[in-house]
């Protein structure tokens, strides 16, 4: 089992719709981060959280550290929304990565 | 505030040749990490700089791959002699110390025929 898990692995969604992905982990964490990977391979710092929530623009993205989950959000999603989302968690000083969500939000 | 620059974007080797690249990191950011990310998997890390001492390279295959980062800036890493399930994408990341300010590069998609 991988220490940090995410669902669901692709989504499909049509424009306009509230979007959730989530991520749960198994190990004591520092931090977590959620990441956007564009198909040209480059990563984006999305947010980078280690308690409640935090929101930028239609982004939104939650923690519940009793829970160890984290859920990332997005409302109104767009076509440019398309793109690999990935959960990773900072223990210590390393990073631990989900394998990512890909997500198509069609017109 | 300049990203991480990592060079080239993309490279194309056949088997057996060699093949560097080169990530130049924030500046002022004392550790660098360098990721090796297969297609649909989550990034692998390779090797951990703190300034130019290894933290970690515990998943370097060592018999082909090889990092540095003379003067605790730059870093480059090579592949020599490639295989076919090398093809990647390399990322390059930077932070401050304890993992603030965690920045990746656009990473350089290397393909081996």
């Known amino acids: 089992k991988n220490e940090v898990e995410q669902s669901p692995q692709n989504l499909t969604a049509q424009e306009g719709e509230f979007i959730t992905i989530n991520c749960s982990y198994s190990?004591?964490?520092?931090?977590l981060h959620w990441l956007q990977q564009h198909p040209g391979g480059g990563i984006v710092s999305l947010f980078m959280l280690s308690s409640g929530k935090k929101k930028h623009g239609r982004l939104i993205a939650t923690i519940n550290i009793q829970e160890k989950h984290s859920s990332l959000h997005i409302t109104a999603s767009h076509p440019r929304d398309s793109a690999v989302y990935i959960c990773?968690?900072?223990?210590?000083?390393?990073?631990?990565f989900g394998t990512g969500t890909l997500l198509a939000v069609q017109p | 505030e300049a990203g991480v620059a990592q060079s080239p974007r993309y490279k194309i080797i056949e088997k057996r040749q060699s093949v560097a690249f080169w990530c130049n990191p924030i500046s002022g950011h004392a550790t660098l990490y360098w990721y090796q990310q297969i297609l649909g998997q989550g990034p692998k890390l390779l090797i951990q700089?703190?300034?130019?001492?290894?933290?970690?390279d515990s998943q370097l295959p060592k018999d082909r791959f090889s990092a540095e980062r003379l003067k605790g800036v730059d870093s480059t890493l090579k592949i020599q002699p490639a295989k076919l399930e090398d093809s990647a994408v390399y990322l390059c990341?930077?932070?401050?110390?304890?993992?603030?300010?965690?920045?990746f590069g656009s990473g350089t998609r290397l393909t081996v025929v």
């Open positions: 990341a930077s932070s401050l110390q304890g993992a603030t300010g965690y920045t």
């Open positions: 990773a968690v900072r223990v210590t000083n390393k990073l631990i």
């Open positions: 700089f703190q300034n130019n001492g290894v933290v970690d």
């Open positions: 190990v004591g964490i520092s931090a």
